[in-house]
């Protein structure tokens, strides 16, 4: 598998564990890999997620697709849940994504997670609203900044 055709490329990952995680991803060679995160092996990453080669089971393009949601065919994934689930830190890193669709993925997420009768599982809340109002602050994207002002009326 040539890992560095998929280089700024839409894809779907599928982990060893079988888990699917869908985005744009950039590709990390070995050397690069082996200064930032001391592991010698390449990787394609998504956002904060990084999937070394040993990890990965398969890699589709999905720049040919077209749905109801672009190139996705779900609102948000799993790399959007897990990183709700991971808490603040996580939720901040892909708020403030350079991808704008990994951002309006995380607010759909978000639209979930927000929600007062998801139930106390979601322990950073108003962190949560700190930051989206934080993105609107420093967004310039029309859709992401009204999507987050929405999440914030309706859960502030």
């Known amino acids: 598998m040539n890992l560095n055709q998929f280089d700024g490329k839409c894809v ?17 060679n070995a050397d690069y890999d082996e200064h930032e995160f ?6 394609l990453q998504i956002v904060y997620v990084i999937f070394y080669r040993s990890d990965i089971q398969s890699v589709e393009s999905l720049e040919d697709h077209t749905g109801p949601y672009g190139k996705f065919l779900d609102p948000y994934g799993k790399l959007e849940e897990m990183a709700a689930q991971d808490g603040i830190e996580s939720i901040t890193e892909m708020l403030f994504c350079e991808e704008n669709v990994h951002v309006i993925r995380m607010l759909n997420c978000l639209d979930k997670y927000l929600d007062p009768y998801y139930g106390c599982k979601f322990t950073c809340r108003s962190e949560t ?3 989206l109002e934080a993105l609107c602050d420093s967004t310039s994207d029309k859709e992401i900044k009204e999507e987050a002002e929405r999440l914030i009326e309706m859960w502030k």
């Open 38 to 43: 001391g592991i010698f092996e390449e990787s």
């Open 12 to 28: 779907r990952i599928t982990d060893i564990h079988g888990d699917v995680f869908d985005g744009i991803c950039s590709y990390n």
């Open 129 to 131: 609203i700190d930051a």
